[in-house]
């Protein structure tokens, strides 16, 4: 997720290593007193540094704003990244077969790609030589970059905000205001709730605007389809989010969510909502472009997805003052006996980021540029913007004016304007409600302010679930256990096992089968699940799943050595 930033002073101090002491894990930690807070990027003649990112930036500015432009002017650096089209393990593993590579890399969860094929170098010396920032960015958790117990290398530096407090849930079923308004604020708990209020609504509202009114759209475009259509199936089950894993927390016994009988039912419900035309029918053959309009015309009563898919088209209803399109998030499970676990924690886990490859021509330089990402300057350019311009200080606090306030809320081009936020993800970031010397938080992010920025239509539907923020409706961190092995997801099978053969074939089997279950006719469905459930098996998922077991048993390890 993007950040937002301010900028201090730069002080340069030519030839002078600076150092820093390490701060702990307190989600409340301050910054050091002292030199850590200056840049150590004692080099800023230009330099022209590639990189690879298998994320897309939408708001990427090609260094041409305010923000992008002060860090070229600090730094010397200017970034060239590639942003691939499709799915980037293709281009991953073209990379590696090819064995050419740009200067940094970020290779989300498919890193081990590139680490087997030996691409990224060793930060750790470099960490400890140059990189005081990062050292009290990370504080204790830097030992959890390592890349496992047998290698304690670390090839990347975590992204993802260190010490992040999660004030509003990350993914869950939308459903647009005027619909829980016009009927009355219904109890909405479980996938019938959910699919009640769309076919009452839309029974009433065949169309919207002149065009015919959407009830369910999904989105299933390439690797998206995890965001939309599968992970949704484990999160209504009872599960964390862990990828592709289910993991019993007192067991830690995992096993491939989609052979559990319980997501079964989900994917059956989906089924009878497709045959019922409550699911928009280009859901299986839509482009991500294709349903950020969608959702931007106003015309889709319910998504389920992720914040960040689907935030653009959002603010963009925002900005025409269609407040009641907008969506509000709510805790949908199978059936009351699960409960949704979006606030589980999972400590940090600081398993995708950004690493420098073996074919970079100056490391130094490039890891000095990565520890002036960690540095208070950098962390407050990124999220606060450019003092006088983004924001200003007053009594000795960053302070941000209503109309700036409003641009950052309702302008979908914002970022991209102005440059904040654009350099925080993949980079390294602290955590919204991780403080700095001053005592104010590196983020403008803040309970408070998360409240400010509601409209005022999804203030008073808040209110009438009797919550005043979105966290308020979902269980609450406190029920759940902290997850000792992070997030498994971020837990890479070794690319040239028989683990990593098993899971593309069943990559490809449930990108190909679950559509075709979820639109086929009712009567085949239970048919089409167990073909499903024997192909898994003919895949070799039961011989992953004792793999992964003893890969999750080593992470567990790692992290509380």
């Not at 484990?234 to 830690?252: N, P, R, V």
């Not at 497709?274 to 482009?287: A, H, M, R, T, V």
């Not at 959002?314 to 269609?322: D, H, I, S, Y």
Request: negative net charge; contains cysteine.
């Amino acid at each position: 997720m993007l950040q937002r930033t301010k900028l201090l002073t730069l002080i340069m101090l030519a030839g002078l290593l600076i150092m820093s002491a390490c701060t702990g894990s307190n989600s409340n930690q301050k910054a050091d007193e002292g030199s850590t807070n200056k840049a150590v990027a004692d080099d800023k003649s230009p330099i022209t540094v590639t990189m690879f990112s298998a994320s897309q930036n939408t708001q990427w500015d090609d260094m041409q704003s305010p923000v992008g432009q002060k860090i070229k002017e600090l730094t010397g650096v200017t970034l060239k990244p590639d942003f691939p089209v499709g799915d980037p393990k293709q281009k991953i593993s073209l990379m590696a077969a090819s064995d050419e590579y740009p200067d940094l890399i970020f290779a989300s969860n498919n890193a081990n790609i590139i680490v087997d094929a030996g691409g990224l170098i060793d930060l750790a010396p470099l960490i400890d030589k140059y990189g005081p920032n990062i050292k009290k960015l990370y504080g204790d958790y830097l030992k959890r970059l390592r890349w496992s117990k047998d290698d304690k290398s670390i090839y990347f530096l975590g992204t993802y905000g260190v010490n992040q407090q999660q004030w509003e849930p990350l993914d869950g079923f939308q459903l647009q205001h005027r619909v829980v308004k016009e009927l009355g604020y219904p109890q909405l708990k479980t996938v019938q709730d959910y699919e009640k209020a769309i076919r009452t609504y839309i029974e009433k509202h065949p169309t919207t605007d002149g065009q015919p009114t959407l009830g369910l759209s999904l989105l299933a475009d390439d690797w998206r389809i995890a965001q939309s259509v599968t992970n949704p199936a484990l999160f209504a089950t009872g599960g964390s989010d862990d990828g592709e894993w289910y993991i019993d927390d007192k067991t830690q016994k995992p096993v491939i969510h989609y052979t559990r009988p319980e997501e079964k039912e989900y994917f059956k419900w989906l089924n009878h909502m497709y045959n019922s035309g409550l699911i928009d029918p280009e859901s299986f053959i839509q482009k991500y472009d294709q349903y950020k309009a969608k959702i931007a015309s106003g015309r889709v009563l319910a998504i389920i997805d992720s914040k960040w898919q689907y935030r653009e088209p959002e603010q963009a209803l925002r900005q025409e003052g269609k407040e009641d399109q907008m969506y509000g998030m709510y805790p949908i499970v199978l059936n009351e006996s699960f409960k949704n676990r979006n606030f589980q924690s999972a400590g940090y886990s600081g398993g995708v980021g950004v690493g420098i490859s073996k074919n970079a021509k100056d490391p130094v330089r490039l890891i000095k540029f990565l520890d002036w990402l960690c540095s208070d300057e950098a962390q407050i350019l990124n999220n606060w913007g450019i003092e006088g311009v983004n924001y200003t200080v007053v009594d000795g606090k960053r302070t941000i004016s209503k109309e700036e306030m409003e641009k950052r809320v309702n302008d979908p081009q914002f970022s991209k304007k102005t440059g904040i936020g654009v350099y925080g993800y993949p980079f390294p970031q602290y955590g919204d409600g991780v403080l700095d010397s001053s005592g104010q938080a590196y983020t403008v992010k803040t309970e408070q302010q998360i409240i400010d920025d509601y409209t005022a239509t999804e203030k008073e539907v808040l209110a009438k679930y009797g919550a005043t923020m979105w966290k308020d409706i979902y269980p609450k961190v406190s029920e759940f256990p902290v997850k000792p092995w992070g997030s498994a997801w971020q837990i890479n099978i070794p690319q040239e096992s028989d683990g990593a053969i098993t899971m593309q074939k069943m990559t490809d089997l449930v990108r190909k089968r679950i559509p075709e279950m979820i639109m086929s006719k009712p009567d085949v469905f239970d048919g089409l699940w167990d073909s499903f459930q024997k192909e898994l098996e003919q895949a070799g998922v039961h011989e992953l799943e004792k793999q992964f077991e003893g890969l999750l048993k080593e992470r567990i390890e790692l992290f509380n050595e």
